[in-house]
């Protein structure tokens, strides 16, 4: 059906009316093989034209009043894991440098976050305290020695695998933390740090007025994003764990407002 670059704009046309398409629909659709399907998702997501998943693609919206990205859709926690997991691996490596024995940390919920915890797991402590909405993260945790877990319970969503609402927030109040690690689906320097989940955000919002330090680890696909729920400003963290693809201009804007850039490569 033409050439690469009229098959790569089609995909896109695609992905964005559908939501999400499989490797599989789009190699019978285009009649071509899933390695030149896999080669123009990949080429794609480079442009950040869309989301590539494990066996298929996610939309990514474009807001062009506010010259930002939107989610067009949630993606499951499974669907998650795949998208970026090397880079969330050395991100997780490099957060762990900031955790030390005796700290009490909010692990927030996601697939960076579990990264981080599967770090911890394999490191030896005496005493560390992991506060968690995540359900795979208590569940990864809670049986090693040294480690001690305290699940946020509340209204849970089956999407991220994680709790939030009323009675989440409740529980945090009633607990202390020295350091909080999240992630969200979008950074922007007019618009902040943004979520897609109402409850989610406000549930953020809680943990990051309550945190003494705050450390968002995320990668550098994030960056520019807004999504539908403010959780705080830009300059609010007081640390950003990113990968070396991050664009210059995100680095300065965030040291400009005190923050502390911490580069994985």
């Known amino acids: 059906m033409g050439t690469s670059q009229t098959r790569r704009k089609q995909i896109v046309d695609l992905v964005n009316s559908m939501g999400s398409i499989s ?3 789009l190699s ?23 989301i590539r998943m494990h066996g298929s693609a996610m939309s990514i919206n474009y807001n062009k009043d506010q ?6 859709a949630e993606l499951h ?6 998208h970026n997991r090397g880079i969330k ?7 762990l440098k900031y955790i030390e024995d005796y700290d009490t940390i909010l692990l927030d919920s996601g697939t960076t976050m579990f990264e981080i915890a ?3 797991a394999r490191k030896q402590w005496t005493r560390l305290t992991v506060i968690t909405s995540s359900l795979p993260v208590c569940d990864l945790l809670c049986n090693f020695k040294g480690i001690e877990v305290v699940l946020l319970g509340g209204h849970y969503r089956k999407k991220s695998r994680s709790f939030s609402g009323a009675a989440t ?6 607990l202390r933390f020295n350091k909080l690690f999240m992630g969200a689906d979008g950074y922007h320097p007019q618009h902040g740090l943004t979520t897609l989940s109402e409850n989610e955000a406000s549930l953020n919002r809680l943990m990051v007025e309550m945190a003494s330090q ?21 300059g609010r963290p007081n640390v950003v764990i990113t990968d070396d693809r991050l664009k210059h201009e995100y680095i300065n804007e965030l040291q400009e407002c005190q923050v502390k850039v911490d580069v994985a490569k």
Do not use: P
């Open 23 to 25: 490797v599989v629909e």
């Open 28 to 50: 019978l659709y285009f009649r071509v093989s899933k390695v030149t399907i896999r080669s123009d998702l990949d080429a794609l997501e480079k442009e950040e034209q869309l």
């Open 67 to 72: 010259n930002t990205l939107r989610y067009a």
């Open 77 to 82: 926690f499974h669907e998650k894991q795949h």
């Open 89 to 95: 691996e050395k991100l997780a490596r490099r957060a």
């Open 118 to 120: 599967t770090q911890i």
């Open 169 to 174: 927030e409740q529980m945090l109040l009633a």
């Open 214 to 234: 705050v450390y968002v680890v995320m990668d550098h696909s994030k960056f520019g994003r807004q999504s539908s729920n403010w959780i705080c400003e830009f």
